[in-house]
Nanobody
Framework: VQLQASGGGLVQAGGFLRLSCGVS????????MAWYRQAPGKERELVAS???????TYENSVKGRFTIFRDNYADAVYLQMNSLKPEDTAVYYC?????????WGQGTLVTVSS
């Protein structure tokens, strides 16, 4: 599988960004997808996930602000991030599990200034 994330950048607190992750070399529609993030000095954490059937889950701190969705025709998963806070600053990774192993994209940096 190949995972190509994009859409990160610098934004002021209260702003928004949409992350995109293009996926190739798998039957995308059959796979659950997720977004993780890793802030400086912290462990990587799950931000949001979406099943192949479209069910979603969110980390508590992003509920109501972030939305994960997928486009099975475009083989892509997205993370719409609204009302961004400085504590959302991190490298964001899209991921999936293939053959029992978690696969990561290269990450995209989101920086939220106060």
């Amino acid at each position: 599988v190949q995972l190509q994330a994009s859409g990160g950048g610098l934004v002021q607190a209260g702003g928004f960004l949409r992350l995109s992750c293009g996926v190739s070399r798998i039957m995308f529609g059959a796979y659950d997808m997720a977004w993780y993030r890793q802030a400086p000095g912290k462990e990587r954490e799950l931000v949001a996930s979406i099943t192949s059937g479209g069910e979603t889950t969110y980390e508590n701190s992003v509920k109501g602000r972030f939305t994960i969705f997928r486009d099975n025709y475009a083989d892509a998963v997205y993370l719409q991030m609204n009302s961004l806070k400085p504590e959302d600053t991190a490298v964001y990774y899209c991921s999936t599990v293939e053959r029992g192993l978690i696969r990561w994209g290269q990450g995209t940096l989101v920086t939220v200034s106060s």
